[in-house]
């Protein structure tokens, strides 16, 4: 591995209790990783969400944040700076991903409207479904399949997204590209199909959005993979992805670099003239959006950092090094390997424990119990239940996501994660799955709580 484009300034302490304070933590807090309390994690990996490392500029703009309830200056950096790098001309700024979610559904979706897109986030799929709608996945089959070598498995199957628009556009609310697509392992979208989906949607005159959450992560995989954009800039392929967009809603807690933010960037007039007012209701006033100026300032910074080429080359090459160590020791996880996050497949690693009593969930439990490692579920549980039929939703894919932080941690830390994983793996056969002491109702695997149950007995 090449040596990161930065150097620690500040440096936070963590510490590793031991395993029995770990069993009783897990005991104490229902078997939920989410109740834990940070300081009984060892090595955080429930998340790349809003646990980057800022840098010293990031630092400084949060002293020059300017506080004004209106016309901040500082949201006109961010402003700014997403049409400079993204093209679109309006920006409301959110308190972070799913605040802009919540704005957006409000307006966009009619009762018993549908949301097409590749995978979308639980959240995503959360407010579709508030907002009385149905979302509905549309990646390729390739992306359900842990093991086949394709490098743009977060690309939408454009015939079964023309054959659904056609049966009644009206009733399409948007489609929403999701890149890199979280929930199909951090995989991204190429251009090519970013283009399709465009024509697709144009030809039906149906509003074509991108969750940017991790849109220049996408780009650094077009340039790498995709023929003809090897020597074209990361800016460049951005500003082109961003082209075939009517607009886009941003969780700035992962590209952008930033521990809190968002926002929603389109280009029509209109659209933006009817999601400000809620916006005020929902988040606060458009020129601030949830957040102060001096979060403002950091995102603008951010999201600069967040499309060079150093940093992203640096930073993908930190998520292939951990893969290629798992891949070693003959761990199963998803191939090729993503942008943010490295996957492994809770269902072939535990075949013993059925997905209803969560593979990857207890995978996650056992990393925990082992040497303080924090993942997260992607499986089962965080599909939840089918809002028609109640009963659980188990999805193809069943994944424990080791998610790496950006800019906080070292090759050692990846090696120490690498050699617990090759301890849980190798009493894989004694592990025991798990069921619900309290099922919580909405994006349940946030507060839940669980008990082990032994598989063995009938
Ligand atoms: C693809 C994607 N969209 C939306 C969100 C929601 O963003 P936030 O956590 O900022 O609300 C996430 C969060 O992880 C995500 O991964």
Redesign the pocket.
């Known amino acids: 591995m090449e040596c990161p484009p930065f150097k620690i300034k500040s440096v936070e302490p963590i510490r590793l209790i031991s395993r029995s304070e770990r069993e009783n933590r897990l005991k104490e807090n229902g078997f939920n990783l989410f109740l834990l309390s940070s300081k009984d994690v060892y090595i955080d990996m429930l998340?790349?969400?809003?646990t980057s490392a800022m840098s010293n500029r990031q630092w400084a703009g949060i002293m020059l944040g300017d506080e004004s309830y209106a016309g901040s200056v500082s949201f006109d950096h961010i402003a700014t700076t997403v049409q400079e790098i993204m093209g679109f001309p309006y920006t409301l700024p959110v308190?972070?991903?799913?605040?802009?979610?919540h704005v957006l559904n409000n307006i966009l979706v009619k009762p018993g409207q549908y949301v097409l897109g590749n995978m979308h986030?639980?959240?995503?799929k959360a407010h579709i479904e508030y907002a009385k709608g149905r979302a509905v996945d549309c990646v390729i089959d390739e992306a359900y399949d842990t093991e086949i070598d394709h490098p743009f498995k977060g690309n939408i199957d454009t015939n079964k997204l023309s054959e659904l628009i056609s049966k009644g556009p009206d009733r399409i609310a948007y489609v929403l590209i999701?890149a890199?697509?979280?929930?199909a392992g951090g995989q991204p979208v190429s251009m090519e199909n970013i283009r399709d989906v465009h024509k697709i949607a144009k030809k039906h005159d149906v509003l074509l959005l991108m969750?940017a959450?991790?849109y220049a992560e996408n780009a650094y995989f077009i340039k790498k993979r995709e023929p003809g954009y090897g020597n074209k800039s990361i800016r460049d392929i951005v500003k082109e992805m961003m082209s075939y967009m009517d607009g886009c809603?941003m969780?700035?807690?992962?590209d952008a670099l930033v521990n809190?933010?968002?926002f929603i960037a389109l280009n029509d007039k209109d659209l933006y003239s009817k999601l400000a007012p809620v916006n005020i209701l929902m988040e606060g006033f458009p020129t601030y959006g949830g957040l102060s100026g001096r979060d403002l300032e950091a995102m603008a910074i951010g999201l600069s950092e967040g499309i060079e080429e150093r940093y992203l080359d640096y930073r993908i090459k930190q998520v292939h090094y951990l893969g290629q160590l798992l891949d070693d020791i003959g761990i199963p996880i998803m191939k090729p390997f993503g942008g943010h996050a490295i996957y492994i497949n809770g269902k072939k690693l535990l075949p013993h424990i059925p997905p209803e009593n969560f593979p990857s969930l207890a995978l996650c439990i056992e990393s925990y119990l082992e040497g303080g490692i924090r993942g997260v579920e992607i499986g089962t549980l965080l599909a939840g239940r089918d809002p028609e039929t109640g009963k659980n939703v188990c999805p193809k894919l069943d994944l424990m996501r080791l998610a790496i932080p950006r800019r906080v941690y070292m090759q050692e830390h990846l090696d120490y994660v690498a050699g617990v994983i090759k301890t849980v793996a190798k009493r894989s056969e004694e592990i025991q799955g798990l069921e619900f002491e309290y099922e919580s109702p909405i994006l349940r695997h946030f507060l839940s709580r669980f008990r082990r149950v032994d598989i063995s007995e009938p």
């Open positions: 998340t790349d969400s809003g308190h972070q991903g799913r605040g802009g979610e986030f639980d959240t995503t999701t890199t697509c979280n929930n969750d959450a991790r809603i969780s700035a807690k992962k809190i933010g968002g």
